[in-house]
């Protein structure tokens, strides 16, 4: 276990320790990485992360190896079902699907063709086993989950269209026929904040964010 998740771990339990000892009602949604369409300038940290097979952030593969996913709206209809529910207390796990990294990829590449989407991933094996994260808890209190994992890559990958924060293509062909990507593309700058980076329109030509 990391040190971060550790301590998350014991901060959850003081915190449901002192609710109880307060007579509070104490409830922790757990999600796992939240994707989907979002309202802020840049790059949401988890989407940095589960977009990683186009932008090509290796430093992310590692996370989404064996992922586990939930659309935003999923997440805030859970936190609200939850409020709300009369015998809610304690922990609650919010994870509808999970994928190995393959799985993913396989994915974008079908339903986002124009994008350059590696078949291999330097050092992760493809049959790796499935880690999956039970929000039986939670669904056992009468919650259902409304979005696909699809919904929630298109979603995210139509609001960063929107944004300028990922060109429509970044795939050509070279001459023997084998794919490559041809744009680089750099999610911490606008992560960070940082604006008027180049960005591709609908051609797969570079701008200075305009579309």
Request: aromatic share 12%; proline share 6%; hydrophobic share 35%.
């Amino acid at each position: 276990m990391g040190v971060f998740c550790f301590q998350r771990y014991w901060q959850r339990r003081l915190q449901g320790k002192k609710a109880k000892k307060n007579n509070i009602d104490f409830i922790s949604i757990i999600p796992p990485l939240v994707v989907g369409p979002f309202i802020t300038p840049t790059f949401p940290p988890s989407l940095i992360t589960a977009l990683s097979v186009i932008t090509g952030n290796e430093a992310h593969y590692c996370i989404i190896k064996q992922g586990q996913y939930v659309h935003l709206d999923d997440l805030c209809e859970a936190h609200i079902f939850l409020y709300e529910h009369p015998k809610a207390e304690g922990r609650f796990i919010c994870s509808s699907h999970h994928a190995i990294i393959y799985d993913v990829a396989k994915m974008v590449r079908q339903k986002w063709p124009d994008y350059y989407v590696p078949t291999e991933f330097k050092g992760i094996d493809k049959e790796l086993p499935i880690v999956s994260f039970s929000s039986k808890k939670l669904t056992d209190m009468g919650f259902e989950f409304k979005y696909t994992l699809e919904d929630m890559y298109q979603g995210a990958i139509e609001t960063c269209r929107q944004k300028q924060l990922l060109p429509f293509s970044t795939r050509s062909t070279l001459d023997n026929g084998e794919d490559k990507e041809t744009i680089p593309i750099s999610t911490e700058n606008y992560a960070s904040g940082k604006e008027n980076a180049p960005v591709a329109n609908s051609t797969g030509q570079l701008t200075n964010g305009e579309i």
